[in-house]
């Protein structure tokens, strides 16, 4: 019998720290129920005491999706482990996952204890999270950085304690496969008790090496993996779900081990987490980049034609890759537009199918055909909209160009935006610059009553086929402490411009906040 491995899903939580990733509260319940679809075993919804946000997201994701174990993130507080309790408890399965440093660097620079303090607050923090939720995982933050010895005293006492599941981090991506390796199997033999806990692995990608040390894990008998769809996360990123579930599949033979994913789902999940978070998934990226099952090479191309498994080991529909290139048009209907994007694995009430329908004639009318893409876009817009942020209502642009010699000292174009928030209209507010796209930006930081922003990137590309397809515009904005992004689209190139900007600007917005927050709560 192959060995099952629990997959625990952390796009929505340490996915979501990525810079520059942060997701909305109905695009955080929309891709949980994708996640669900997916298989996934545990779904860490979030860090409930970071935020407001994230407290209420995790609450929303424990009462309304179902079948996955909901998890929610704690530090080795009371407090904090309260607050994960209050967001995770309405779920079907609700677990509650704490942590605390064990490496000596972490214990005595960043939380100035000794190793005996630390193990008694991972034992008391566990024992206080057991009598609230049957269902608790420790992890020892920075695990792969910390004395063994040590280490095996932490895991047996937290187990002890109550621990349900143990996770061994590499906070930092520091470790390599045969080290993995023989950690793992350390901890089994020398863990009396740790046959009375599923023992996990979280692998960050420093190194580039988070999948092959996840699967070291497993090899040595780790029965949780921790990982993101398209291997999201700070800095380098997360091990990827998908690189793992593919390579369990694929490598049967070599790990006797299978999961619960249904791998057909992994496109669409790793689509809508691209689209939802704006992180692009590079062409070469193994399983769900663009060019993951595609033959250039003359000599490839005629080895599949003759038989695919010449050069595919895997099956492009195994992963959900479907040849099939759909459009939908103005006759579309609600019926075909629910089904299409249910296919993308958008599910929608009545009353959201009515405004995507809305949305979606706007672009029919400009556009004959409606592609996959465009109707990603409408998805963002629609499940990315917060409540008490900046909407565009209207803009009016004029450009054109000066005599060359005049070029340096007359900006030639003008831009009038008025915007609103919360019902309150801002404008009709007009600024001059060098070229429309400047104009449009210093009218709009103008209204919303920003000084200092600056613009790291912008750039402009096309979404789908023809000359008539949805330009998006992609924005990166400073103001010299926090950095943020905003994307739009729109068959206009300058609505797409001006929408991105505001975008960007909602979420420094957000992004500041819980800056603040984070700081409130003391650094995790
Ligand atoms: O990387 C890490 O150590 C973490 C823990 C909170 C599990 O994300
Ligand atoms: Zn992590």
């Known amino acids: 019998m192959p060995r099952r491995i629990i997959i625990f899903d952390t796009t929505l939580r340490d996915g979501e720290q990525a810079p520059g990733a942060s997701l909305g509260e109905q695009q955080k319940i929309t891709l949980a129920h994708q996640l669900a679809a997916l298989g996934v075993d545990v779904i860490e919804a979030g860090f409930p005491i970071s935020s407001p946000e994230d407290f209420r997201a995790v609450t929303r994701v424990a009462k309304e999706v179902k079948g996955p174990v909901i998890a929610g993130l704690a530090r080795t507080r009371e407090e904090d482990i309260q607050a994960c309790w209050e967001a995770v408890k309405h779920a079907e399965r609700p677990r509650i996952h704490t942590f605390i440093g064990t490496s000596d660097i972490h214990i005595e620079r960043k939380l100035r204890k000794t190793r005996e303090e630390v193990l008694e607050i991972a034992v008391a923090s566990v024992k206080f999270a057991r009598k609230l939720c049957p269902d608790v995982e420790f992890s020892a933050e920075d695990a792969l950085r910390t004395d063994f010895d040590y280490l095996c005293r932490v895991v047996e006492a937290a187990i002890a304690a109550g621990a349900t599941t143990i996770n061994i981090p590499d906070t930092v991506g520091y470790t390599v496969p045969w080290e993995m390796e023989q950690t793992i199997r350390g901890l089994f033999d020398r863990v009396p008790n740790i046959t009375d806990a599923v023992i996990s692995?979280?692998?960050?990608?420093?190194?580039?090496?988070?999948?092959?040390?996840?699967?070291?894990?497993?090899?040595?008998?780790?029965?949780?993996?921790?990982?993101?769809?398209?291997?999201?996360?700070?800095?380098?990123?997360?091990?990827?779900?998908?690189?793992?579930?593919?390579?369990?599949?694929?490598?049967?033979?070599?790990?006797?081990?299978?999961?619960?994913?249904?791998?057909?789902?992994?496109?669409?999940?790793?689509?809508?987490?691209?689209?939802?978070?704006?992180?692009?998934?590079?062409?070469?990226?193994?399983?769900?980049?663009?060019?993951?099952?595609?033959?250039?090479?003359?000599?490839?191309?005629?080895?599949?034609?003759?038989?695919?498994?010449?050069?595919?080991?895997?099956?492009?529909?195994?992963?959900?890759?479907?040849?099939?290139?759909?459009?939908?048009?103005?006759?579309?209907?609600?019926?075909?537009?629910?089904?299409?994007?249910?296919?993308?694995?958008?599910?929608?009430?009545?009353?959201?199918?009515?405004?995507?329908?809305?949305?979606?004639?706007?672009?029919?009318?400009?556009?004959?055909?409606?592609?996959?893409?465009?109707?990603?876009?409408?998805?963002?817009?629609?499940?990315?909209?917060?409540?008490?942020?900046?909407?565009?209502?209207?803009?009016?642009?004029?450009?054109?160009?000066?005599?060359?010699?005049?070029?340096?000292?007359?900006?030639?174009?003008?831009?009038?935006?008025?915007?609103?928030?919360?019902?309150?209209?801002?404008?009709?507010?007009?600024?001059?610059?060098?070229?429309?796209?400047?104009?449009?930006?210093?009218?709009?930081e103008r209204a919303v009553g920003e000084k200092r922003l600056s613009l790291v990137d912008y750039s402009l590309r096309s979404v789908s086929m023809g000359t008539d397809a949805m330009g998006e515009a992609m924005v990166r904005i400073t103001d010299g402490t926090t950095e943020s992004w905003g994307k739009s689209a729109s068959t206009d190139i300058l609505e797409a411009s001006a929408k991105a900007f505001v975008s960007a600007i909602n979420r420094l917005a957000i992004l500041r906040q819980r800056a603040q927050n984070e700081h409130a709560n003391g650094a995790k």
């Not at 691209?274 to 595609?294: L, M």
């Not at 034609?305 to 209907?333: A, C, K, N």
């Open 201 to 444: 692995v979280h692998c960050h990608n420093d190194l580039g090496l988070a999948v092959a040390n996840s699967l070291a894990a497993v090899k040595a008998g780790a029965g949780q993996v921790e990982c993101t769809v398209n291997g999201i996360g700070e800095r380098a990123g997360n091990a990827s779900l998908e690189e793992i579930v593919m390579t369990l599949k694929t490598r049967r033979d070599r790990f006797d081990a299978e999961t619960n994913i249904d791998t057909t789902q992994i496109m669409k999940t790793s689509r809508m987490v691209a689209n939802f978070t704006g992180f692009v998934v590079q062409p070469n990226k193994a399983i769900v980049g663009a060019n993951a099952f595609a033959h250039e090479a003359g000599v490839h191309q005629h080895g599949v034609l003759m038989d695919r498994q010449t050069y595919e080991i895997m099956r492009p529909e195994d992963v959900g890759l479907t040849e099939s290139v759909l459009t939908l048009g103005r006759r579309s209907g609600r019926h075909g537009l629910r089904r299409r994007l249910q296919e993308l694995g958008y599910e929608l009430t009545d009353e959201q199918i009515e405004e995507a329908y809305r949305r979606f004639l706007a672009i029919a009318d400009r556009k004959k055909q409606v592609y996959d893409e465009d109707l990603e876009l409408i998805m963002r817009d629609m499940f990315g909209r917060e409540t008490g942020m900046w909407r565009l209502v209207g803009f009016q642009v004029m450009s054109g160009a000066a005599p060359s010699e005049e070029q340096e000292s007359a900006p030639f174009s003008t831009a009038v935006v008025t915007l609103r928030r919360q019902g309150k209209i801002r404008g009709p507010v007009a600024e001059v610059g060098n070229g429309p796209v400047d104009a449009l930006y210093r009218a709009i």
